[in-house]
């Protein structure tokens, strides 16, 4: 089965930091270009974070730039997100995605038809 999974999310004051985890299972994470999403409710979910498979592209929000790094274990079969300097506004429910493509402009910016899995939850208070 493949499948994504989310995780790591949680409770983090302003300031602090988190590292999510988007476990694959049933493929191998380096054969597809990874994309990290953010979604808040009410609002359109937002492309974060989109790096190409042989990391030749990649695609920064310029919410996150310089905050948010993006790191891949091949030996877990995960992708991750380091996320640091984190602001309120980073609060929402973040996903990730594993999309056969090269243009990781496309790839954070067309976020329809796509099949979502149950996302993490962060929160950040002040």
């Known amino acids: 089965q493949v499948q994504l999974v989310e995780s790591g999310g949680g409770l983090v004051q302003s300031g602090g930091s988190l590292r999510l985890s988007c476990a694959a299972s049933g493929f191998p994470v380096d054969w597809y270009s990874i994309g990290w999403y953010r979604q808040v409710p009410g609002k359109e979910r937002e492309g974060l974070v989109c790096?190409?498979?042989?990391?030749?592209?990649?695609n920064y929000a310029d919410s996150v730039q310089g905050r948010f790094t993006f790191s891949k274990d091949s030996d877990k079969n995960a992708a991750y997100l380091e996320m640091s300097d984190l602001k309120i506004e980073d609060t929402g429910v973040y996903y990730c995605?594993?999309?056969?493509?090269?243009?990781?402009?496309?790839?954070?910016?067309?976020?329809?038809?796509?099949?979502w899995g149950q996302g993490t939850q962060v929160t950040v208070f002040s």
């Open positions: 790096i190409a498979k042989d990391n030749s592209d990649s």
């Open positions: 995605l594993a999309v056969n493509t090269q243009d990781m402009t496309r790839l954070c910016t067309f976020t329809g038809g796509r099949s």
